[in-house]
């Protein structure tokens, strides 16, 4: 599967982004999908992730309460909106599939696919 990722972009702090990652090439539902973002010399970092269905969400601590994972499946896309940005939530975000299992993993190497990124800057 393919994975595009776009929605990026510069935001106040305080504002609102919404991130989009859309797949072509094989059914997308019944992938399990991850949000990660990375600064420049640092490890990739887990955001949040969705399972096939839907269903069950997981976020980072960071990110709980200010940021919400949705698919749908129908349109082959997940969305990342991003609300309440803060200035350290700058990074390029990346999505990424994993196929065979259900569970939302915190590891990059669990992913079997990857989007290209998109950059993400919030100013203070």
């Known amino acids: 599967v393919q994975l595009q990722a776009y929605g990026g972009g510069l935001v106040q702090a305080g504002g609102s982004l919404r991130l989009s990652c859309e797949a072509s090439?094989?059914?997308?539902?019944?992938?399990?999908v991850g949000w990660f973002r990375q600064l420049p010399g640092k490890e990739r970092e887990f955001v949040g992730g969705i399972t096939w269905s839907g269903a069950s969400t997981d976020y980072a601590d960071s990110v709980k309460g200010r940021f919400t994972i949705s698919r749908d499946n129908a349109k082959n896309t997940v969305y990342l909106q991003m609300s309440s940005l803060k200035p350290q939530d700058t990074a390029v975000y990346y999505c990424a599939a994993r196929s065979g299992t259900y569970i939302v993993s915190y590891y990059p190497h669990d992913y079997n696919y990857w989007g290209q990124g998109t950059q993400v800057t919030v100013s203070s």
């Open positions: 090439g094989r059914t997308f539902s019944s992938y399990t």
